[in-house]
């Protein structure tokens, strides 16, 4: 089964870069959905979300949070939690 990973992010936010690199370093494949480019997609994440800051992390339908949520997550070995 896959992971379904979903980053909401902007071009211009280090955090979001930060978030995928993560990602990316554990062979975890994502979507990436830019809000800067789409007011619909930024009022989705923030109604899943209850936030406006980016990145906004979704694994298999759990909001992790942003790249401290995420981070933090791996750092407590906690990330496989969320995993398929």
């Given at each position: 089964m896959k992971?379904?990973?979903i980053v909401y992010s902007t071009q211009v936010c280090p955090y979001c870069v930060a978030a995928k690199n993560l990602l990316t370093s554990q062979n975890?494949?994502?979507?990436?959905i830019m809000v800067d480019k789409?007011?619909?997609q930024r009022a989705i994440?923030?109604?899943?979300?209850?936030?406006?800051?980016?990145?906004?992390?979704f694994i298999n339908?759990?909001?992790?949070?942003?790249?401290d949520e995420l981070s933090?997550?791996?750092?407590?070995?906690?990330l496989d939690e969320l995993l398929l």
């Amino acid at each position: 089964m896959k992971n379904e990973i979903i980053v909401y992010s902007t071009q211009v936010c280090p955090y979001c870069v930060a978030a995928k690199n993560l990602l990316t370093s554990q062979n975890l494949a994502y979507q990436e959905i830019m809000v800067d480019k789409d007011p619909k997609q930024r009022a989705i994440m923030m109604d899943k979300s209850g936030r406006t800051s980016v990145p906004q992390i979704f694994i298999n339908g759990t909001h992790v949070g942003g790249f401290d949520e995420l981070s933090a997550k791996l750092r407590n070995n906690e990330l496989d939690e969320l995993l398929l």
